[in-house]
């Protein structure tokens, strides 16, 4: 029903392409606020969160990092909503690494992001200097409010039911800085938003859970370490997608973090990119009104009533249709095999078919050495 799914896309895919202004419209980011502590990475994908009525519930009982030492977050990759649901499970702590391509995307947000420190972006290929890549990003680290780093360490987005392999290069930057690390692992955040499918579900649940804390300082050497994180990545993995959403209680993250204050160039440069934005929301609107009013002058006032009506019954149907208040269904039974029927809120792994196929494919893609793409490479 690729016609009903459209619509309701297409508004999820304006709301975070003009989140900055609309946060800021709405009042959820503080931008005139001058001093004080802030969070506006939090403030930013909370209004995402809401807007969508993304709805979370917590497995286990692993708590957030939410030390002064800087933590690097390690997430699985599912789709688009990604960026915003694992920030807003960091509480907004950490800079998300994230390839070049996604600010040619999505420019109206990333830039804004990447200028208040909330995001790092790399090109992806071949390193030659690793300990220039490395310093390159502890100087930004440094300078950005967030302690953090959120790392998706698959390499690559997947709605699999397995998790691909992963990838060694973030891994090799938090042991040789002595930097813990920590699993944020989440469930059906592919029915939240999938591109694949062009498809959203308002009203979605995500399942979540927090590993405890794996320091490279327990360890002798990389091998021990790269072990013990895969060992919780793979625990994490199967109690989160095997987890009966039904039972678990609901997840309320804060993004209070009281010694969070901005230097005055970073609150200019947030306050300059979000005037910018509203004033470039307001001009594509106007250009858009300008639009609808010579299609309207071209149809006549029965043509375009007809069209409006048929418009508004089009979108109203596909924001029901998209609407998913169901508690999804796990994906894999409680010894890491596949559940029959199981997947997320919409369809399993956000894919028509989802079941055998998808092991089929994590199959292989285990046997091949996984499909993640190469590491990054230092932006000019």
Known sequence: MLLLRLPAFWLAVWLMYWSLPLGVLTLYIPVWQLWGARNDTFYWVKFLVTALGIKFRKRGSGELYSGQAPCIYLANHRSWADFFVDAYLAGGRAQMLSRMAVLYAFPMFMAPVIAMRGCIVFKRGRIDDKEAFNKWIDGLVEASPQNGLMVYPEGHRSTLAHSLPLKRGMLHYAYSRKMPVQIIMSANKESVLSEKELHVGFGCTVVTSYSGLISPGDYAGFEGFMAAVQA????EWRD?????????????????????????RLVVSQLFFSLLGITLLFAASSITWGWILRAKGVLGPQGAKMVVSFLVAWFAASLAYCYNGQLPKPRLLPDGSEANGGGAGWKAGGRPGGGAAAKGGALKAAAAGGGGGGSPKKSS
């Open 232 to 235: 919780a990545w793979d625990k």
């Open 240 to 264: 989160t997608m095997s987890a009966d959403a039904a039972g678990l209680p609901p997840l309320h993250v804060s993004g209070t973090i009281d010694d969070n204050h901005y230097p005055p």
